[in-house]
């Protein structure tokens, strides 16, 4: 497969999008050269959760003062501003596919897309480079391959939001924000799990505070906005290598 510009494909849902899983990897990849394409269901310009501009509970929980501002660069761009619906999306116009988490309610319109699972099934048949952080997991886990009926990710190790991390920032939040932490009642590592061959295919790093990534093949994981910077290292790397 050949390419002949350096595009990376971001889909979001039109709105709660994670502000760090996309500001961070987005600044790195563009400070590099690359062109990064964003997509939403209809081509409606996207929004990030707004919780996470200031603060899920008292100033804390949010997005750090990095990714804000990376955030501001984001919405003023072209390309963000000019998103291509889902259905126009064209898997081998590009060299990467990110699909980037977030917990708030507006992102089951991204995670429950049967539109962006077709392309996204498209990219992982053609062995491109696939990455996926935190909810982003779960559009994987939900891409189903009709000739085995089997999830995508059935038989690769990866990584996805933890349900220790999940568990506990809804416990600290639920008293004030209900289940704003639960984007559905299963948990996002239940589910993962349950695409899996084996569940000890899902890797939950070392420690939640220490930042991690994982690698199998042309697929690249991450767990939650922390990894962030690991995550966008790794998509670098990876993109450097010889085709």
């Excluded at 008292?58 to 984001?74: D, M, N, S, T, V």
């Excluded at 997991?137 to 085995?148: K, N, S």
């Excluded at 009926?149 to 809804?170: F, I, M, N, P």
């Amino acid at each position: 497969m050949s390419f002949s510009t350096k595009k990376i494909l971001i889909p979001i849902p039109d709105r709660d999008f994670d502000t760090t899983e996309v500001s961070i990897p987005w600044k790195a990849l563009t400070a590099r050269g690359y062109e990064v394409v964003f997509s939403t269901e209809t081509g409606q310009v996207g929004q990030t959760d707004p919780l996470l501009l200031t603060g899920v509970l008292f100033g804390k929980l949010g997005a750090k003062p990095e990714a804000i501002e990376a955030y501001r660069q984001l919405v003023k761009s072209d390309r963000f501003k000019h998103p291509i619906p889902y259905h126009e999306i064209q898997p081998t116009d590009y060299e990467l596919l990110i699909l980037p988490g977030g917990h708030a309610k507006g992102m089951r319109q991204y995670l429950e897309s049967q539109m962006l699972q077709t392309k996204v099934l498209e990219f992982m048949k053609n062995d491109q480079l696939v990455a996926a952080i935190c909810h982003g997991t779960i559009v994987l886990a939900r891409t189903r391959d009709p000739e085995t009926g089997k999830s995508v990710l059935y038989g690769r190790k990866v990584t996805a939001l933890t349900q220790t991390l999940e568990r506990t920032a809804y416990y600290l939040t639920a008293w004030k924000h209900g289940d704003y932490y639960r984007t559905y009642p299963e948990y996002v590592e239940e589910e993962v799990i349950h695409a899996l061959q084996n569940p000890h295919d899902f890797q939950r790093g070392q420690a939640s505070w220490k930042p991690f990534c994982l690698e199998d093949g042309n697929l690249i994981t991450a767990r939650y906005p922390l990894d962030a910077h690991v995550f966008a290292d790794a998509l670098l790397k990876r993109l450097a290598e010889p085709k």
